[in-house]
Nanobody, 124 residues
Framework: QVQLVESGGGLVQAGGSLRLSCLAS????????MGWFRQAPGKEREFVAG????????FYVDSVKGRFTISRDNAKNTVYLQMNSLKPEDAAVYYC?????????????????WGQGTQVTVSS
């Protein structure tokens, strides 16, 4: 069982930066792949970024490549999402999630554990 708590959301101007954090409970955090998803009002939840359990591989949706960076610190049971050059279309509730899948996983159905989400608002 893994419990996830996100933090770091807020209001930022377009072009600005935010760093989201996701703290996981449990001693098996390092065995889970982690992902960030987002959901804007009236839209489906979409994959944003993922990192393998080993931390050796990261993967992103095309719209955030070069702007967002996912990383993890297994000693702190934490995964991060550094978001730079934010755009109004990045505004959404951001969720972190954990998966036992041992490969790049883009589908929300492969993630068994979810946080409550943190709001990111980007003003133009």
């Amino acid at each position: 069982q893994v419990q996830l708590v996100e933090s770091g959301g807020g209001l930022v101007q377009a072009g600005g930066s935010l760093r989201l954090s996701c703290l996981a409970s449990g001693r098996t955090f390092s065995s889970y792949g982690m992902g960030w998803f987002r959901q804007a009002p009236g839209k489906e939840r979409e994959f944003v970024a993922g990192i393998l359990w080993s931390g050796y591989s990261t993967f992103y949706v095309d719209s955030v490549k070069g702007r967002f960076t996912i990383s993890r610190d297994n000693a702190k049971n934490t995964v991060y999402l550094q978001m730079n050059s934010l755009k109004p279309e990045d505004a959404a509730v951001y969720y972190c999630a954990a998966t036992a899948v041992r490969r790049s996983s883009y589908r929300s159905t492969e993630y068994a554990y979810w946080g409550q989400g943190t709001q990111v608002t980007v003003s133009s």
